[in-house]
């Protein structure tokens, strides 16, 4: 069983930056494809990036440019270093395990969740 523990949230004015990062234990983290995704209330969870276990990367559109994913395998861990930030960023930030690399961008393609942590992104 893998555990996620996401951290690095919390409030910042729109233009500036954070740095979230998800800390893995419990598995063989560097056989798993790793993802980010955003909830907002009301609405489903958004993919954000994905990396692979080699270190490809994908982004939706409305964060390239100010997102940059990447994973430390050696400390078991992914980040997410967002830039630029804008309020429409707000959202509970969630981080995934995809332990069979299908590369694909939705939920269904995860199998562990951490328990997410908010980021206000306030204007």
């Known amino acids: 069983q893998v555990q996620l523990v996401e951290s690095g949230g919390g409030l910042v004015q729109a233009g500036g930056s954070l740095r979230l990062s998800c800390a893995a234990s419990g598995g063989t983290f560097r056989n798993y494809a790793m993802g980010w995704f955003r909830q907002v209330p009301g609405k489903g969870r958004e993919f954000v990036s994905l990396i692979s276990q080699g270190g490809s990367t994908i982004y939706t559109e409305s964060v390239k440019g100010r997102f940059t994913i990447s994973r430390d395998n050696a400390k078991n861990t992914v980040d997410l270093q967002m830039s630029s930030l804008k309020p429409e960023d707000t959202a509970v930030y969630f981080c995934?395990?995809?332990?069979?690399?299908?590369?694909?961008?939705?939920?269904?393609?995860?199998?562990?969740w951490g328990q997410g942590t908010q980021v206000t992104v306030s204007s």
């Open positions: 995934a395990a995809d332990q069979y690399g299908r590369w694909v961008m939705t939920p269904q393609g995860f199998d562990y």
